[in-house]
């Protein structure tokens, strides 16, 4: 099957997308609509799932648009835009991480609610079915740098090169975090199923 048609096709679409921000500083009025409706799921989730209380998600979800709005004039069409709305993501993140004084009232091992109107990932759902419950309460155990490279690597599906753009470290420090994460999720998970596996269990 010949794939090159799709590939001009996303080819076609991303460079339309770089065309959003130039179009708003123009004062396109249409333009940064587009770019929210096509960025709202994606830096939600991002908030949800690095872990950020119910209580700052929204004021946070605002605080990253505000600063894209801000930052518009600065944009190159020549940039890919993923990455350059995670990096104002993840600063934007980093920053009230750094402000907060009490760093247990940032972060919350509460059910996590699904992001507002687009409809949930394929594997998303697999992981909710499956281990949604487990799952969230051992990412929100990891520690923070960890955490935001699962997120942007595994659920997120950035590049690693991407990511250390956006995190401003390098691929080596990306690489390492995510293998611990993976390596301490491993291990809760060992431990989880070793609890369900009491000795006094049997099928008879």
Not at 6 to 32: K, T
Not at 57 to 81: C, N, T
Request: hydrophobic share 40%; aromatic share 8%.
């Amino acid at each position: 099957m010949n794939r090159e048609p799709a590939r001009a096709d996303s080819r076609i679409v991303e460079l339309s997308e770089r065309q959003w921000l130039p179009r708003h500083a123009r004062g396109d009025a249409d333009a940064f609509p587009e770019l929210m409706a096509a960025y709202r799921a994606p830096v939600w989730g991002y908030l949800v799932r690095c872990g950020v209380s119910p209580q700052l998600r929204e004021d946070l979800f605002q605080d990253i648009f505000l600063k894209i709005h801000q930052s518009a004039p600065s944009y190159r069409p020549s940039w890919p835009l993923r990455p350059w709305v995670f990096t104002i993501a993840a600063n934007t993140l980093r920053n009230h991480v750094r402000d907060q004084k009490r760093f247990r009232q940032f972060f919350t091992t509460d059910e996590l609610p699904d992001p507002p109107d687009p409809l949930p990932r394929a594997e998303d759902i697999a992981i909710i079915a499956e281990t949604k419950a487990w799952l969230d309460d051992a990412i929100m155990q990891l520690p923070f740098s960890q955490r935001e490279v699962l997120v942007l690597v595994a659920l997120e599906s950035l590049p690693l090169k991407e990511v250390a753009a956006i995190l401003r470290v390098s691929q080596n420090t990306v690489k390492t975090r995510l293998r611990r994460a993976r390596l301490k999720l491993a291990d809760m998970l060992a431990a989880h199923e070793g609890t369900e596996q009491s000795p006094g269990d049997s099928d008879d």
